[in-house]
C-alpha cells in the first residue's frame, strides 16, 4: 500500500528510535493510559488496549510488509481459548497464560503463514481467509475444549505470580498497561529494526530486495508469525478481561473489525492501531443497543476510508504536521 | 441393499447428489469472481452478499408482488445487476487507480453493509420460499430418488456455465472482454469503450451472482448470511482454479463440490474443512493454482 508512505522523519535526535514528535506522542499516550482508569470504564479500556495489541500485529502485516490478513481471528481466538484454558482448567497464573496465548498464535501463524506467503496480494488475502476456517471448525466441532457454542465461561483471572490477585478491575488495568506496553515497545522495536527496513524494502519493491541479496519469503514468514503471536497475546489478554471466549472471537467478523482499525487509525504508522482500536470499540460500547446497524455504520465507515481518506486518523493528522506518527 | 465401498448406494448417490449442487453454486459464483476479476483486478467480497441479495429479491418478488419463480429467474438478477452496475460507477471505478487491496477492501465493506441492511430488514433467521409446483415432487431414478428441483439446478447451473463460457470464449463480445483484459488502452484506442465495458461486466458478473441466489432460494433458507457462508469456499475454489482460465474456474467449482460430498460420506467432520485442505495441498504442490498465472 505505498500510497500510504508516510512522510521522512525529519533528522532528529531520537530517544529509543523514537523521534521527538513520536516521544511526545508516547508521553501523551501514557499519560491518557494512566488517568484514563478514573475517567472511563476500566474493562472498556483493557479492551481497548487488547484490541490495539491486536491491531498492532495486523499492522505490520498491512502497513509495513503489504500483506492484507483477513483471517487474523484465528490467532486471536486460539490465543484465547489456550490462555483462558491454562487459566481455568490448568490452573496457571495469567501471566503464562498470556505467554501461552501468544506462543499459541504465532504457531499457528508459523504453520499458516508458510503455507499464505506463496502468493501475493488478493490471493495472499483470500488463503488467509480460507485457512482461518480450519480454525473456525475446530471450534466449533471440539466442544470439550472450546466449548462449541457456548465458548468458555467464568474464566477467572488468576494472581500474578500466585501473588497479586487481579480480581478487581484497577488490578487488571495495571497489568493489562505493562503487557500493552511492552507489546508496544516490541512493534516499534522491530519497526525500526535493521529487519524492520529491509521488511520495508521488500515492501516497497521486492525484485530490488531479492538483487541486493534478501529473502522476501522468510522476512514475510517472520513477520507473518509475529502477527499471529500478538494476535494471541491480545486473545489471551482480552479473555483474561471479560472472563469469556466464544465463536465470535474466531470468526470472520472479528478478522474484518482487525482490519478495520488499522483503516481507520492509519495504515503503516506507530499510533494508528490504538486510535482504530479506541474508535471502534468504542462504537461497539455506545452502539451496541442499535444491534446489526453496527455492522452497517462499519461497512460504511470501511468504504469511506477506503475512498476519502485512506492514510486514516493518525495518518492524516501526520502528514498535516509533516512527521512521522 | 446395494453397496459400493462399503457404504449403501444410497447414501453414496444421495451425497454425491448434494455434492453435485454445491459444485454448481461454486461454480456459477466462482466464475463471476473470474470475470470479474479479470477485467477489473478487483477481487469482489461482496459477491456472497449480492448472491444474498439475488434470493431477497426472488422471496421479494413473490411476497410483495406475487411474481413467481419463472418470471425471478429474469427479473432477479437484472435487479441484482443493476445494483452492482451503480455499485461500480459509485463506488468501485475510484479504486482502480489505487493498490490492488483497496477493491478489496472496498467491496468487503460493501458486503457489511449489505448483510447488515438485510439483517435488520428481515432478521437473520430469514424467511422460507418453495420451489415452483412444475419443478416439485420426486423422480425414482432406478438407484435413487431425485428431487426434481435438485435436478433442476444441476442442469441450469450447466447451462449458464456453457452460456458464459461460450460467450467469453467465442463471440466477439468476449473477444473485446478478452482483448481488454490484456491491454486496455490498445482496445480503447481502437474506439472500445473501456470504461462502459468494465462497468457491465461488473454488472454481468454480480447479474450471475444474482442468478444463483434466484435458483438457491428454493434450495436453502433465504437467510442474510447465506452468501458468506458459501463465499469463503468460492474463495478457496478460485485460489485452486486459479483465475486465469473460465473452464478452469467451472471444472474446479464442480469438482470440489463432488469431493466435498463423498467425504460427506467417509469421513462427515472434516466435509466442511475438505476444500480448504485440498487449498493447502494445491499451494504446497502448485502455487499458481490448477489453472492458474502466477500472481
Known sequence: ?325 | MMMIFGKPAPLLFGQLLLGIINGSFYAMLSLGLAIIFGLLRVINFAHGALFMVGAFVTWGLHHYLGIGFWPALLIAPVIVAALGLGIERGLIRFTYKLDILYGLLLTFGLALVLEGLFTNGFGSSGVAYNAPDLLSGVVDLGFMFLPVYRGFVIVAAIVICTAVWFTIEKTRLGALLRAATENPSLVQAFGVNVPRLIALTFAGGVGLAGLAGVLAAPLYSVNPNMGSALIDTVFAVVVIGGMGSIGGAILTGFGLGIIQGFTEVFYPPASSVVVFAVMAIVLLTRPAGLFGKAA
Not at chain 1, 487459566?87 to 506462543?103: F, I, R, S
Open chain 1, 1 to 325: 500500500m505505498s500510497d500510504t508512505a508516510l512522510p521522512k522523519a525529519p533528522p532528529r535526535e531520537m530517544i529509543w528510535g523514537f523521534t521527538g514528535a513520536q516521544s511526545v506522542a508516547f508521553v501523551l499516550m501514557l499519560a491518557t493510559l494512566m488517568v484514563a482508569p478514573f475517567v472511563a470504564y476500566p474493562v472498556f479500556l483493557m479492551q481497548v488496549m487488547c484490541f490495539a495489541i491486536f491491531a498492532m500485529g495486523a499492522n505490520l502485516l498491512m502497513g509495513y510488509t503489504g500483506l492484507l490478513s483477513l483471517g487474523q481471528a484465528a490467532y486471536f481466538g486460539m490465543g484465547a481459548y489456550v490462555g483462558g484454558y491454562a487459566v481455568q482448567t490448568l490452573h496457571l497464573t495469567p501471566e503464562a497464560g498470556v505467554a501461552l496465548g501468544t506462543l499459541t498464535g504465532a504457531a499457528i501463524g508459523a504453520v499458516f503463514g508458510w503455507l499464505a506467503i506463496r502468493r501475493q496480494t488478493i490471493y495472499f488475502a483470500m488463503i488467509t481467509l480460507a485457512l482461518a476456517q480450519f480454525v473456525n471448525f475446530f471450534a466449533v466441532q471440539d466442544t470439550g475444549f472450546t466449548g462449541g457454542e457456548n465458548g468458555m465461561q467464568n474464566i477467572p483471572r488468576g494472581q500474578v505470580a500466585g501473588i497479586i490477585s487481579l480480581h478487581s478491575d484497577l488490578h487488571l488495568y495495571v497489568f493489562a498497561l505493562v503487557v500493552f506496553l511492552i507489546a508496544f515497545l516490541f512493534v516499534h522495536r522491530v519497526v525500526h529494526s535493521p529487519f524492520g527496513q529491509v521488511v520495508k524494502a521488500i515492501r516497497e519493491n521486492e525484485n530490488r530486495a531479492i538483487s541486493l541479496g534478501y529473502k522476501p519469503a522468510q522476512y514475510k514468514w517472520i513477520v507473518f508469525t509475529i502477527a499471529a503471536g500478538l494476535a494471541g497475546l491480545a486473545g489471551a489478554l482480552n479473555a483474561l478481561v471479560t472472563h469469556i471466549v466464544t465463536l465470535t472471537d474466531v470468526g470472520n467478523a472479528t478478522s474484518g473489525i482487525v482490519v478495520l482499525m488499522v483503516l481507520v487509525g492509519g495504515i503503516g504508522t506507530i499510533y494508528g492501531p490504538l486510535i482504530g482500536a479506541a474508535i471502534i470499540i468504542a462504537m461497539q460500547y455506545y452502539l451496541a443497543s442499535f444491534s446489526d446497524w453496527v455492522t452497517v455504520i462499519q461497512g460504511v465507515i470501511f468504504i469511506a476510508c477506503v475512498l476519502l481518506f485512506r492514510r486514516g486518523i493518525i495518518g492524516e493528522l501526520a502528514a498535516k504536521l509533516k512527521f512521522a506518527l
